[in-house]
Nanobody, 124 residues
């Protein structure tokens, strides 16, 4: 299993931007579809975005469509989540995950490797 580490979280005002990174070790990200999930206090972990192994297909949750962009750079073994026009309801711990599939799964059970999470807090 590949090991994943997220970074880039922090505190930002509503309307601001953040860029999260997810770096892999112990394997190449090229083999995996990748996803971002988030979990707010008292809520279940929910799908945010996914990208296919080649980067050719991307899917987003309706709540972030048009504001977030998922990107991968296989040469750097890194994936990113560019988050713009942030809202207080985007506040959560954000997790990256890797899936041994050529699809772009939205189901968290499809992902076998997870990072430890990075906190994103959006103030109003």
């Amino acid at each position: 299993q590949v090991q994943l580490v997220e970074s880039g979280g922090g505190l930002v005002q509503a309307g601001g931007s953040l860029r999260l990174s997810c770096t892999a070790s112990g394997g190449t990200l090229r083999r995996y579809a990748m996803g971002w999930f988030r979990q707010a206090p008292g809520k279940e972990r929910e799908f945010v975005a996914a990208i296919s192994w080649s980067g050719g297909t991307r899917v987003y949750a309706d709540s972030v469509k048009g504001r977030f962009t998922i990107i991968r750079d296989n040469s750097k073994n890194t994936m990113y989540l560019q988050m713009n026009t942030l809202k207080p309801e985007d506040t959560a711990v954000y997790y990256c995950a890797a899936s041994e599939t050529r699809a772009t799964p939205e189901d968290r059970d499809a992902y076998g490797s997870w990072g430890q999470g990075t906190q994103v807090t959006v103030s109003s």
